[in-house]
């Protein structure tokens, strides 16, 4: 049955519009597979599993009144899975070159007369294959992103079948769950920085958010949306008065041009073994790190980072867990505060954990949300106003997304080891992402060359950093609570 013609939702309308010169709304990540796998057999894996999601075999088309999924009739799977190579300098070693290209593919705009994602596979890498994955940030989030990729590898489950509820003379209805994600994600709170909308404001604002996603909903006529879009109004007027982020060379007017980075995984058992140590969370610590591997090297630039500290927004997720699979953008954004400053590396995990408890139940999240979702209906002048608002308030965007436990394997080969990068929006010129995969953990970066040409100096200082939490947690007597 051919798929029907499907509006964008306001919110994937917003992270449609927001590429601009200096940063392309594209998910970047790379995966390293052994032993070497042929190109052939990825594409059929992707052909059998991927193109299964009708996303991926849908373009978009713009309008002014915002865009639709429509499917591609000219669809080319050589063109969105297609062969790399590294091209390595004199002296440069694999893993340079693969980071380059990464870099060079963050920057290449994704050709917006065809679906919005490409795969770049270079056959022969470290003895084994690499894939560079690109997805525009419009077709999901990365918790919905991370279901989806996993469901093509080896095991990986394919998308649910939608439950249609018949209804003569009209188009068939969704799932009658699929609108209640926001309402469980306020009363059934699934990520470490929760959501109180309900307790400020009553069920009415689950709703009325709800409304601001759903394309189909008309946006007139409901008190809840006028009430929300006071509200929402009130909160940008909030942000504007958050004092501008303190000034390092991580801030300034970037070029464009990306360079990416990422290190080996740290033992997540010993992450934990740590946290529980000092009855911190494992995130406690991982923010604690990431705060002293930046503060690290800007005081090796010359930089005094004594008494300073930078603002991140972190992304925070929205939706049940359970339905990532349907694609789009389902999460908030929540500014924390990172002790960049802070040289002793215990009194800067107490200081991430207190920021941490001061976002804990906050309802930033939830107006973030809506923020975006109402900027997809504005004219994108008016946008980039507001997504300007955003880039002076925090020098990084920081993300943390939970992969699976075990290792995973792809037509055979294994997923030894697999890391991505998030976009920033506006002027943001940094991008961190940490990643948890098969027992360890995985910090990467991306950075604005102008602003931070050599990320590797800062992924370099993350394992000494977590060397010195864990040598004070060895010499502690061991007790107190578990923190999850």
């Known amino acids: 049955m051919p798929v029907a013609a499907e509006r964008m939702s306001r919110v994937d309308t917003a992270w449609l519009r927001m590429d601009n010169e200096v940063n392309l709304m594209m998910i970047v990540g790379v995966w390293l597979l052994t032993p070497a796998l042929p190109l052939e057999a990825l594409r059929e894996r992707i052909e059998s599993r991927l193109l299964k999601y009708d ?19 000219d669809f080319d799977l050589d063109h969105h899975v297609k062969p790399a190579r590294l091209v390595r300098e004199k002296g440069q070693s694999e893993r340079a070159a693969l980071q380059a290209l990464c870099g060079e593919l963050a920057t290449t705009p994704l050709d917006h007369t065809r679906p919005l994602w490409q ?37 990986g489950n394919e998308p649910p079948k939608r439950r249609r509820k018949p209804a003569e003379g009209a188009q068939d209805a969704q799932d009658p769950h699929d609108g209640d994600w926001l309402a469980d994600a306020v009363l059934k709170p699934l990520t470490e920085l929760t959501v109180k909308a309900i307790g400020m404001y009553g069920s009415g604002i689950a709703k009325s958010l709800e409304l601001l996603a759903n394309p189909q909903e008309p946006m007139q006529g409901s008190a809840e949306i006028v009430r929300t879009g006071a509200q929402v109004l009130k909160d940008v007027a909030a942000f504007a008065l958050m004092p501008d982020d303190a000034p390092t060379r991580l801030k300034g007017k970037p070029v464009g041009r990306k ?59 929205l939706r049940p867990l359970e339905d990532a699979w349907k694609l789009g953008n389902r999460f908030g954004l929540a500014p924390l505060v990172l002790p960049i400053g802070i040289a002793n590396p215990v009194e800067r995990v107490y200081a991430v954990h207190a920021r941490m408890a001061e976002l804990k139940g906050s309802y930033q999240p939830l107006l973030a ?84 040409p050599d990320p590797d100096a800062i992924i370099q200082r993350f394992a000494p950093e977590f060397d010195q939490l864990l040598l004070v947690a060895l010499m502690l007597p061991w007790g107190g609570p578990d923190v999850d």
């Open 259 to 317: 360079v990416v980075a990422w290190g080996e995984p740290i033992p997540l058992d010993a992450v934990k073994a740590v946290g529980k140590a000092l009855s911190c969370s494992v995130n406690d610590v991982l923010l604690a790190c990431a705060a002293g591997a930046i503060g690290g090297y800007l005081a090796e630039r010359g930089d005094d980072p004594i008494g300073k500290e930078i603002r991140a927004m972190v992304p925070v997720n």
């Open 369 to 452: 949300f809506a923020i975006l979702a109402m900027t997809g209906l504005f004219i994108k002048p008016v946008q980039d106003a507001v997504l300007g608002l955003f880039a002076k308030k925090t020098t990084a965007v920081m993300t943390n997304v939970p992969g699976p436990a075990q290792l995973l394997t792809l037509c055979g080969s294994t997923m030894r080891q697999n890391m991505f990068w998030v976009p920033a929006s506006g002027e943001v010129g940094v991008g961190l992402s940490i990643l948890s995969y098969g027992g360890g953990v995985q910090f990467g970066l991306i950075t604005d060359e102008r602003l931070c």
């Open 119 to 155: 795969f770049h596979f270079i056959e022969h890498y470290e003895g084994g294959s690499a894939m560079v994955a690109r997805i525009h940030h419009c077709i999901g989030d990365g918790i919905a992103l991370t279901s989806v990729m996993m469901s093509i590898t080896d095991g």
């Open 55 to 73: 996303r991926f075999r849908q373009k978009v088309v713009a309008d002014a009144m915002g865009a639709t999924w429509v499917v591609d009739d």
